[in-house]
């Protein structure tokens, strides 16, 4: 139905008065002619129920402009009219929004006709379909405008956006219900809640709750089902009190659990994502040399073979659960730790289901301490809702095969760290047998100086291939290299095993032992250089944090970055920083690929005036001109693309100059382009390959290709540039880049058969690396480093862990604003962290 008379401003044009007749024909369609409907006019806003009659008579004065899907009068939230063409501004797009999750909302928890069920009219209605009733009565009132006249803001986006403001600007419930009293005595018209209490309870009606669930403070059990009525713990070594006094219901300890049913019937609500749910069956391109999916993975196959009930149906959700404990207050050095348990669905290809808006947050494990061994007792509400939708399922209506189906849902794998997998399987990972693999056949060994385990006879890919688990595997954690301790007891324990005899600790002058330098040890000078190299780095936007923050060159220190840092620091930065200093039994290595477009519509010429611009964004990457560098941390400006030199298929490195909009007049079509200077690569002079690490360097002292600088944006692939540690001068290493959010991932044509077949995989170990015997052992000494450490006779080596500044907060720690503010006070000044913002560090 075309609306475009809405927009129209003249009340007596005929265009104007025939879209009212045609809203009206609408809106009473199959109603009593006498019965009364919420009049959209710009005087009654939905507010006041009207007759047809009088309803036409205050249209001709106008209507809502905001009101452009008619939820009050039949229209449900998806409108299917192809011709619906009216232009919406960012605020409508709000609207839109909000409609199409209460749509969601209604269709999970009802059903798909909902909106448009005779018996919510008659009255005459079941108990599930007196609930919807209840449902499109509060969404009604949640959809009504802020105030009389106000086109922005109806009462449930105004209360969406203070709840978002709370989070991020962290405002309490307090100073939360202070700002809310305030508004409704300032605008006592407008439909502002006077409380947070009633903001809540107003979001928990409409379906967006959470279930909190008392708990024993020592952790002994749920007060939840059979425990739900008693006043203290049913644990009879324990029985702690369940409330904080005797004449109170305030609990000590609450679980927050978000119910999982109703999440995953949302899914197939939407007829995009429903489709995507059997993407992995469907359209997914089966490789079994390569592995793009967890669906590509033997735990996923194997489960398929052993529940092919489950299996037939692809719409059944294969789970994975991720959990870890952090400290809510920060960088602070509290001893608090709350710990979030996260399902992720499977079944999306890979560019969603690892995306924010399928992390679903199933419980919040209240701190102040790791849950340990009894984090068993905060997941049986999560257990027992899995083991029903395993067993039986739920009824859910599937929006892209407009049909309804029983929904089950499987666990497959938990993702988590190592120590937080032994709370998790109730497998201990600390001790003599703690390999989840060999299990009772774990051969270990006690190191007397060192005070701990190490495991001699355990091949690598023990840890990597634990049955329906994923777990961090990379063997140079964050933790690992934040706490490289014990170097001194490490090689005393070489010495009594018998191993790599040039690291054993020698005598020096009097009684004092000398620490021989290993081969990845540098000198003075070598870190210096090495921190020096670190600070003046700059990466693309988005690419890693501001690490030259992080390095302290005086002190020789690197303190204070992230996880991904780390990444990027040992897979991207290390070999470059280290060229020259270290052998090349030390060194990495790494490759990349290639990326091309084509041109567009050149036959008429261009226009002679252009636009010019000092960004843009193509391909996944962001591009600015070098000028733009000047005064920013970052560098976006590195270009590379693929093209001839006489003759030969070659790579073209420079910097981009300038951007150019050019337009081609006949067809008013735009193309982009880069201006830039190229590095001249001719010879060895220009660039050079380092064939064993496969480290390219160019020369950035001359260019080349000066007449022919223009390449078209679509083009470009982006690359940033490091100083080479080793050739020094103007050389530079050339880093690629690969965009964010893109992935080389096929997909099977709408067209092509399903293949039904079995998926099998061979059971073939012979490439597997494990501990091998009689190799030629390289010298692990360094003997161009002299050593920097002595131990004198006697003395004692210890690391000191300071506690003067860890505390038990309080059990009210939310509400206490005061202590909370005293703690972000008393941060250590001399303390530098990179914060979570700091990827887009200009």
């Known amino acids: 139905m075309d609306r475009s008379w809405m927009s129209i401003k003249n009340y007596l044009d005929p265009k104007y008065l025939d879209g009212v007749d045609e809203f009206i024909k609408f809106a009473f369609l199959g109603k009593d002619p006498n019965c009364k409907l919420p009049c959209p006019c710009k005087v009654c806003n939905n507010f ?26 039949g229209e ?193 609500v939407n007829k995009e994502i429903a489709r995507d749910m ?11 040399n390569m592995m793009r999916h967890p669906a ?65 947050l199933s419980m919040i494990i209240p701190g102040p301490k790791a849950p340990g061994n009894d984090i068993d007792i905060f997941f049986r509400p999560l257990v027992d809702e899995l083991k029903e939708l395993f067993a039986t399922g739920v009824e859910t209506y599937d929006a892209f095969r407009e049909e309804k189906f029983m929904l089950r849902a499987a666990l497959l794998w938990t993702i988590n760290d190592f120590p937080a997998y032994g709370y998790l399987s109730g497998w201990s990972t600390k ?39 994923e777990k961090k595997s990379n063997l140079m954690e964050k933790e690992n290299i934040d706490s490289l301790l014990g170097p001194y007891q490490a090689r005393e324990d070489l010495k ?30 070598e870190k210096k250089n090495f921190c020096q190299f670190l600070s003046t780095i700059n990466f693309p936007d988005g690419f890693a944090s501001n690490i030259p923050r992080c390095v302290k060159t005086k002190e020789c220190q690197l303190l204070g970055m992230k996880s991904h840092d780390y990444y990027v620091f040992i897979q991207r930065l290390l070999p470059l920083a280290t060229r020259g200093m270290l052998s090349k039994d030390v060194m990495y290595t790494h490759a990349r690929g290639e990326c091309t477009d084509e041109l567009l519509s050149l036959a008429r010429g261009p226009d ?19 000028a733009r560098e000047r005064e920013r941390k970052t560098q976006n400006s590195g270009v590379m693309v693929k093209g001839e030199h006489a003759d030969k298929e070659t790579y073209f490195y420079g910097i981009i100059t300038d951007i150019v909009e050019v337009e081609y007049s006949f067809t008013q079509n735009r ?6 200077d190229w590095w001249d690569l001719r010879n060895n002079s220009g660039i050079k390959v380092d064939k064993q690490s496969n480290i390219t360097s160019i020369n950035m002292s001359k260019t080349w290709y000066s007449d022919q600088p223009f390449i078209l944006a679509s083009q470009a692939e982006q690359v940033f540039y490091l100083q080479d540690t080793k050739l020094g001068g103007n050389w530079h290493v050339v880093e690629l880049v690969s965009p964010r959010s893109s992935y080389d991932v096929p997909e099977k044509h709408e067209d092509d058969l399903v293949d039904n077949e079995e998926a099998y995989q061979e059971e073939y170990h012979e490439d597997l690396i494990g501990v091998q015997e009689n190799l030629e052992l390289v010298s692990l000494k360094r003997g161009d480093v002299q050593t920097e450490e002595r131990i004198e006779a006697g003395a004692m080596f210890f690391i000191e862990l300071s506690a003067s500044r860890a505390r038990q907060l309080d059990d009210n720690f939310i509400d206490n604003d005061e202590e909370i503010e005293q703690q972000f006070n008393s941060e250590d000044e001399n303390e530098q962290f990179v914060q979570i913002d700091d990827y887009e560090s200009d």
């Open 296 to 360: 590509d993975s033997l735990a996923w196959k194997d489960f398929d073979r052993n529940h092919k009930s489950f299996a037939e149906n692809p719409r059944n959700v294969r789970l994975g659960l991720a959990s870890d404990g952090f400290n809510p207050f920060g960088t602070m050095s509290n001893s608090y730790s709350i710990w979030p348990v996260i399902l992720v669905p499977y079944n999306l290809p890979p560019w969603k289901c690892l995306k924010d808006p399928f992390f679903f």
């Open 76 to 268: 449900g939230f998806e409108s299917d009219d192809e011709n619906d063409d009216i232009e919406i501004n960012d605020n409508d797009s709000d609207f839109d929004s909000m409609e199409k999750l209460l749509n969601d909302v209604g269709v999970a928890n009802f059903d798909e006709s909902w909106r448009h069920s005779p018996e919510l009219d008659t009255g005459a209605c079941t108990e599930k379909e007196g609930e919807a009733s209840r449902f499109l009565r509060l969404l009604s009132e949640a959809e009504k405008s802020l105030y009389p006249g106000c086109e922005k803001y109806s009462k449930l986006l105004f209360i969406v956006h203070i709840l978002h403001l709370k989070t991020m600007n962290r405002w309490t419930c307090k100073s939360t219900d202070m700002v809310l009293k305030f508004l409704h005595q300032v605008f006592p018209t407008a439909l502002i809640p006077s409380s947070y209490y009633q903001v809540k309870n107003f979001i928990r009606e409409l379906g967006l709750k959470c279930e909190k669930i008392h708990v024993c403070e020592n952790d002994c059990a749920l007060f939840w089902n059979e425990n739900k009525g008693l006043d203290h713990c049913p644990n009879e070594k324990c029985k702690a009190p369940r409330y904080k006094s005797p004449n109170s219901k305030i609990p000590r300890k609450v679980l927050h659990y978000f119910p999982l049913q109703p999440r995953l019937q949302r899914l197939f």
């Open 48 to 73: 006041e129920d009207q007759t047809k009659e009088v309803m036409a008579n205050h249209l001709c004065r106008g209507i809502v402009d905001s009101y452009t899907r008619w939820i009050f009068h």
């Open 431 to 469: 001790g003599y047998k703690a390999c989840p693999v060999c299990l009772d056949e774990t051969t270990s060994l006690y190191l007397n100086n060192g005070h701990k385990c190490c495991y001699m006879d355990i091949a690598v890919f023990c840890l990597l291939i634990i049955n329906g688990v």
């Open 671 to 676: 193309v982009v382009v880069f201006k830039c």
């Open 608 to 626: 002679f005036r252009v636009n010019t611009f000092a960004g843009c964004n193509v391909n996944g990457f962001r591009f600015h001109i070098k």
């Open 278 to 288: 059997r993407w992995h069956k469907e359209r997914r391109v089966d490789n079994e």
């Open 496 to 525: 009594e095993m018998g191993l790599r005899e040039e690291l054993h600790l020698q005598l020096g002058g009097g009684a004092s032992k000398v620490m021989p330098p290993a081969c990845y040890t540098l000198s003075r000078l």
